[in-house]
């Protein structure tokens, strides 16, 4: 293993030099490693192989050669070796972008790895290699796009999304059809006008025309998430945005075929156009329906995992995959599908799947997608230096300039239309950075890739127009727009965790506004809503949800993810140093419950201590709670999971709970106080459990240990014991990061009151924390509200 | 048409407060007005009570009280009516008018506040300008009673969960035996500051610039 230090002479580079030349090594190796491969040609060694093969068989006869002791045969590994060489080289690409530190911020990732690509590809054709053919359209769209699309269909915030759907929709039909005959048409006008008289641009017809016009005038969904997960924008503009990208796929899959079909023949007929209409809307709304059905299926069959959990996320990934292969076979939109199959299937399979499968999806779908999106702009800088071009100055020009021209005029005329029916207009500025957001990427190309050569003489030069409005929108728009976005002050998102209080008032605000539309008497789209919701519960979740969670409201549901979210942090973070006083709240359940009379205890009351009774209650419980946790540290097993507390029942839960909130009473009433500090912000367990790009990661607020944290100090300072126990802790800690495979759960309930402290570190150490609770309250009143570590 | 004489005395008062609405919407809602109260001149809570559709909504009494209530009348007095007449029909629905292209910053402020202040109000049963923890679990049982029966526990922890949230985001240092009374008004307005309340809270077909519905039956 390469380790920077041991290595002398690296040592006289920084880190970010060092990085730099590891990069450089590793596009070396790539391209040099790819053409050995390619160099003998893989029919050759079959048929060596074979021929082989057939001599020993046909007998003994021959002379016997020595055994052969060590032997290369690359060709038996040669394809699975190569993906994962390229899989391998963009995932150290996206790491190596990181380590240097200044470089991710100013320039957006996909630019730099497009010029990865050009690297790589740049290379091989040094090396006087064929560049192997990665901008295959098939594995393109039936390999890298899936993956990226499922993950921005699942996760997809729905209620922004159906919200501004009509806005959405607006843009991405009408504005991508006004694109393509805008961008279509007037660079046929320019061709026809070419002043050189057999100018190669006069043979382009009306038709090829219109079909590279629609080919370009799409809104590419990678691109856009690539460049915006970057820029933080707020909900509204990103979901326009994205949503626009997403929708956009039927009416260029339509646009495509039609002009496809008929550039041959040169016309185009008032039937056809009509005909082309209504493929539009089976193309599209089957797509849709195709997603739903199967994302119906998954759900369905979520509702029965309960035996087999490791299986679980194995369903979601497959059921989508056939929704977007089964649009693909009918020539459907295969994006809505997915788009669909992920939103349909995700509220139930949400409510049935275990915690640790909720987190295997989430994981694995960021994974895919991040390493599908590296390599197609990998693919792309290498096929741009592969591909045949033939640049045409005028007509490449022309393109770009009425890419931007017909994008600008297309947001801006829909915008005043769609202004009309929004309740939240749309500002020049939001129009600003819409239109500017329209980045054109890979499937332009691979749309471009796919026209047959034979039909299309043309092709190499739509190629080359094709990537250079690719490059364009990636590099100049891509870098520009987060200076731009601060530069207008434009609204960025909110990183603020979603409350509880917010989620209340969510809820209220629905209900409050189908009331007044009822009493109004005006069916508006609340009261539709409304009549929605109410079927699904009544119906839909009865049928595809297990269980007793069927019966959940909403608001429940939320609590209990929040709870269950706070109690993973605490343990995740091991509660070892008290926070940097950010700002650290004090307020406990005791500062809210209305004062009860405090019970008659005798007037000395200066030094309170614990009963023996109430002592040995606290020991027992956590011993009993110690021993559980020690036995779940040992029987690990690759395909049992640790038990998960939704499969106890809700109604276990609720008693487990019952049982803390009478325990924290008594607590509370001895005024004995056992501090847990709270969650550190950067602790490196939290920091992989978060994911940025996650829309319904909670992101934690430094002050995150409000509701519904119940503080228990830690007894007296002044005891050497207690010092000890938070050494031991934290020391404690390092060795069970070990142990911990994978996220332990523990039932929310235990994680409360005074067991918190033990739950978190597995103490082995149960005498210490006993003489720790017996101790006598603090008796210098000022020790009690420092902070407990510096 | 002899109708909009009639109405032209509620307009001025309607225009006074908002002047981009139109007459139509008026007549509208005073069609509206008319059938729920039966061709009289005042409505009561029995005529709010009998539409259908609200009987599925968990929180209609809360609603239905909202507009019998003095403090949403923007005239500073409190307690409660026992019939509304038009007039006070229509300043209870103003709360719920869209911001327009035009609006400025101040007057989305403004706005938010007043809806606020329609919500707070909603909670505030007692009219002493603090949710007190009781009330705001009475509103959390109110939100979950159409919803099935996982418990009055699961109402109050999350009431409890709620309250706990205000208080430290807006009193992070407390003493120990120190008691949060109540949420007050400011501490309301800074824990919902992030739903944009001037954008959400509105009736589509208050908005001048949408074509009007109409008020069906």
């Known amino acids: 293993k390469l380790h920077p230090t041991s290595l002398n002479f690296l040592g006289l580079f920084s880190l970010p030099e060092r990085a730099l030349l590891l990069v450089l090594v590793l596009v070396f190796l790539q391209g040099s490693v790819l053409p050995l491969g390619a160099a003998s040609s893989p029919d050759v060694s079959h048929q060596d192989k074979t021929d082989n093969h057939k001599v020993e068989a046909q007998g003994h006869n021959y002379t016997k050669k020595a055994f052969p002791v060590l032997s290369i045969d690359y060709h038996y590994i040669q394809t699975p070796f190569e993906i994962s060489l390229w899989v391998l080289l963009a995932s150290l690409m996206k790491l190596g972008f990181h380590l240097i530190p200044r470089l991710s911020s100013i320039v957006p990732e996909s630019c730099l790895l497009i010029v990865v ?279 490449v020009t022309v393109t770009v300039i009425l890419c931007l021209v017909a994008r600008v005029i297309g947001v801006v005329g829909l915008t005043y239309v769609i202004n009309k029916f929004r309740i939240v207009k749309l500002t020049t500025k939001d129009q600003f950075i819409v239109a500017y957001g329209g980045l054109r990427g890979a499937i332009a190309f691979s749309l471009g890739f796919l026209l047959d050569p034979a039909h299309f003489a043309m092709r190499e030069m739509f190629l080359t127009a094709i990537i250079t409005v690719i490059f364009f929108t990636v590099f100049v728009q891509g870098m520009t727009i987060k200076p731009l976005v601060e530069l207008l002050a434009v609204k960025k998102k909110q990183e603020a965790k979603r409350s509880i209080n917010e989620e209340i008032h969510t809820q209220f605000l629905d209900h409050l506004l189908t009331g007044i539309e009822d009493i109004c008497g005006h069916y508006g789209h609340h009261h539709w809503k409304d009549k929605l919701n109410r079927f699904n519960k009544k119906y839909v979740k009865k049928c595809l949800i297990a269980g007793e969670r069927s019966k959940e409201p909403q608001l429940i549901a939320f609590y209990h993810k929040m709870e269950m979210k706070q109690a993973i942090e605490l343990v995740e973070s091991g509660g070892g140093v008290k926070l940097p006083a950010a700002m650290p ?97 950067d602790s490196p367990t939290i920091t992989r459990a978060r994911l940025a790009s996650d829309p319904q990661a909670y992101s934690v607020k430094p002050t995150s240990d409000s509701v519904p944290t119940i503080q228990v100090d830690l007894a007296s300072p002044q005891s050497p014991d207690s010092v000890n126990l938070m050494d031991e802790f934290r020391n404690a800690r390092q060795p069970e990061q070990d142990e911990d495979r994978g996220l332990m759960m523990k039932p929310p309930s235990e994680a409360k009151g005074p067991k918190r402290p033990e739950d978190a570190e597995g103490a082995k150490d149960q005498q210490r924390l006993m003489r720790c609770l017996s101790d006598p309250g603090p008796s210098a009143d000022e020790d009690e509200d420092e902070p407990f570590l510096p | 048409m002899g109708v909009s004489v009639a109405y032209s005395h509620v307009v001025g008062v309607w225009r006074s407060f908002f002047p981009t609405v139109s007459l139509e919407q008026i007549i509208n809602l005073h069609k509206r007005f008319k059938q729920l109260s039966g061709n009289e001149d005042t409505i009561s809570r029995e005529n709010l009570d009998s539409i259908p559709a609200l009987a599925t909504n968990p929180i209609r009494k809360q609603i239905i009280e909202a507009f019998f209530d003095k403090r949403n009348q923007r005239q500073d007095e409190v307690g409660s009516f026992h019939e509304i007449g038009f007039e006070q029909f229509l300043m209870v629905m103003s709360h719920f008018r869209p911001p327009t292209l035009k609006t400025t910053e101040e007057e989305r402020e403004v706005m938010r506040r007043e809806k606020l202040r329609f919500l707070f109000n909603m909670h505030d049963t007692d009219s002493d300008g603090t949710i007190t923890l009781d009330e705001y679990r009475k509103v959390v049982e109110e939100l979950l009673s159409k919803s099935g029966a996982i418990g009055l526990e699961a109402a109050k922890a999350i009431a409890d969960a709620a309250m706990l949230e205000v208080a430290s985001t807006n009193v992070p240092h407390m003493e120990p035996d120190e008691f949060y009374e109540g949420i007050t008004f400011e501490h309301f307005e800074q824990i919902l500051k992030g739903l944009e309340m001037e954008s959400r809270m509105h009736i589509r077909f208050l908005d001048v610039n949408t074509t009007t519905m109409h008020c069906g039956k």
């Open chain 1, 117 to 395: 690509g050009l690297l790589v590809g740049g290379l091989i054709k040094l090396a006087g290699e064929q560049v192997p053919p990665v901008m295959n359209t098939r594995l393109f769209f039936l390999c890298l796009l899936p993956p990226i699309i499922l993950d921005a269909g699942y996760f997809l915030p729905i209620r922004p999304f159906m919200e501004n759907l009509g806005t959405i929709l607006m843009f991405a039909v009408v504005g991508t059809l006004w694109n393509a005959f805008f961008i279509g048409g007037l660079l046929y006008a320019v061709c026809q006008i070419q002043p050189d008289n057999p100018s190669s641009l006069h043979q382009i017809e009306l038709l090829p025309c219109l079909l590279f016009g629609s080919i370009i005038s799409a809104v590419d969904p990678v691109a856009v998430l690539a460049v915006f997960e970057e820029i933080h924008i707020n909900e509204l503009l990103h979901i326009l945005v994205f949503g626009e990208s997403l929708l956009n796929d039927a009416v260029t899959v339509v646009l495509y075929h039609l002009f496809e079909e008929y550039s041959g023949i040169g016309t185009v007929s008032v039937l056809d156009g009509f005909l082309g209409v209504i493929s539009f809307l089976v193309v599209a709304l089957g797509g849709v329906l195709v997603g739903a059905i199967y994302g119906i299926l998954a759900a369905f069959t979520s509702r029965f995992t309960s035996h087999t959990r490791v299986i679980e996320p194995l369903f979601v990934f497959v059921y989508s995959y056939m929704a977007y292969l089964s649009a693909e076979m009918f020539h459907l939109s295969g994006i809505m599908a997915l788009i669909a199959c992920g939103a349909v299937m995700r509220p139930y399979v949400e409510a049935n799947i275990s915690h640790k499968s909720h987190t295997t999806i989430k994981y694995f779908l960021k994974m895919w997608s991040s390493v599908s999106e590296t390599l197609i702009f990998i693919f792309l800088g290498v096929a741009t230096v592969d591909g045949p071009h033939n640049w045409n100055w005028t007509f």
């Open chain 1, 585 to 681: 709240s004090t307020v406990s359940m005791q500062n809210i419950q209305p004062k009860k009379p405090p019970p008659a205890l005798p007037p000395e009351r200066a030094l309170p201590q614990l009963s023996k009774g109430r002592e040995e209650e606290i020991r027992k419980i956590l011993r009993s709670n110690l021993q559980r946790t020690r036995q779940r540290l040992r029987s690990y097993n690759r395909h049992t999971l640790v038990a998960d507390p939704y499969e106890d029942g809700l109604n276990d839960f609720l008693i487990k709970k019952q049982k803390i909130i009478e325990l924290e009473k008594k607590i509370t009433e001895m005024n004995n106080y056992l501090t847990v500090p709270s969650a550190p912000p």
